[in-house]
């Protein structure tokens, strides 16, 4: 009778582990637990970097689809807000800059000048009659780019440059700033063969002058 009585313990142990057992292997996990797929997760939520994600801003991310906000800034959805980190101005919400991996509200240039009017022209020709520049934001390898600034105020006589930022990694590819030009209250322009320098992709192109930056805009440079 006592053996009996240990066997149906032992039995019943086992079950109950056993049942134990299930439940915590098949028990979903919630937002911001280790997961390795999404069916590890509870339901609404995704396997983003390794990591149950809502979506939601401060959740896990490997690319912006991964967001319910559509941006996706060192593995983390942000709402792209002012205040917000970025890597580049298609990292924050329109009409926000990306200054100092920053968020923030775009500075007017038009105290300075009217316009910028970004071209592609001919390698190794300045503008002229054989070679006019032709408004664009798309250029091969083989164009120069020509930076125009119309309209320039009188009192407008500080220091410029410009720098190309790679849209994916954040990195700045080129800068100018160790040949500033400098304004002296009348229109002027600057060209050089950057698209060759920078290669092929998808880039930021952001103007500064007297060290702040006060315009920025999308070039994409292909063979």
Same mark, same amino acid.
């Given at each position: 009778?006592?053996? @009996? $009585? !240990? &066997?149906?313990? #032992?039995?019943?142990?086992?079950?109950?582990?056993?049942?134990?057992?299930?439940?915590?292997?098949?028990?979903?996990?919630?937002?911001?637990?280790?997961?390795? /797929? *999404?069916?590890?997760?509870?339901?609404?939520?995704?396997?983003?970097?390794? &990591?149950?994600?809502?979506?939601?801003?401060?959740?896990?991310?490997?690319?912006?689809?991964?967001?319910?906000? /559509?941006?996706? !800034?060192?593995?983390?959805?942000?709402?792209?807000?002012?205040?917000?980190?970025?890597?580049?101005?298609? %990292?924050?919400?329109?009409? +926000?800059?990306?200054?100092?991996?920053?968020?923030?509200?775009?500075?007017?240039?038009?105290?300075?000048? /009217?316009?910028?009017?970004?071209?592609?022209?001919?390698?190794? #020709?300045?503008?002229?009659? /054989?070679? !006019?520049?032709?408004?664009?934001?798309?250029?091969?390898?083989?164009? *120069? @780019?020509?930076? %125009?600034?119309?309209?320039?105020?009188?009192?407008?006589?500080?220091?410029?440059?410009?720098?190309?930022? %790679?849209?994916?990694?954040?990195?700045?590819?080129?800068?100018?700033?160790?040949?500033?030009?400098?304004?002296?209250?009348?229109?002027?322009?600057?060209?050089? %063969? +950057?698209?060759?320098?920078?290669?092929?992709?998808?880039?930021?192109?952001? #103007? $500064?002058?007297?060290?702040? !930056?006060?315009?920025?805009?999308? &070039?994409?440079? *292909?063979?």
């Amino acid at each position: 009778m006592k053996k @009996i $009585f !240990i &066997i149906v313990c #032992i039995v019943v142990f086992l079950a109950i582990l056993g049942f134990g057992g299930r439940y915590f292997f098949l028990k979903k996990l919630p937002e911001g637990v280790v997961c390795k /797929n *999404a069916d590890s997760c509870e339901t609404g939520l995704k396997c983003a970097n390794k &990591i149950c994600s809502s979506g939601d801003a401060g959740s896990s991310c490997e690319a912006k689809e991964d967001c319910k906000t /559509n941006f996706c !800034i060192t593995n983390k959805c942000t709402e792209g807000k002012k205040g917000d980190i970025c890597q580049t101005y298609r %990292d924050c919400q329109e009409g +926000l800059f990306c200054k100092e991996k920053i968020c923030v509200e775009p500075p007017s240039y038009s105290q300075y000048f /009217n316009k910028i009017v970004i071209s592609k022209m001919k390698i190794g #020709i300045p503008p002229g009659p /054989n070679n !006019i520049p032709v408004p664009t934001v798309e250029f091969k390898t083989t164009d *120069a @780019i020509e930076i %125009d600034f119309v309209g320039v105020k009188p009192t407008t006589v500080g220091e410029f440059y410009y720098e190309v930022v %790679d849209q994916v990694s954040g990195e700045v590819v080129f800068t100018s700033s160790g040949y500033k030009q400098k304004f002296e209250g009348r229109d002027m322009g600057t060209g050089s %063969d +950057l698209p060759r320098v920078v290669g092929k992709g998808k880039f930021d192109l952001n #103007i $500064f002058y007297n060290d702040e !930056i006060i315009y920025t805009t999308t &070039i994409e440079v *292909a063979d």
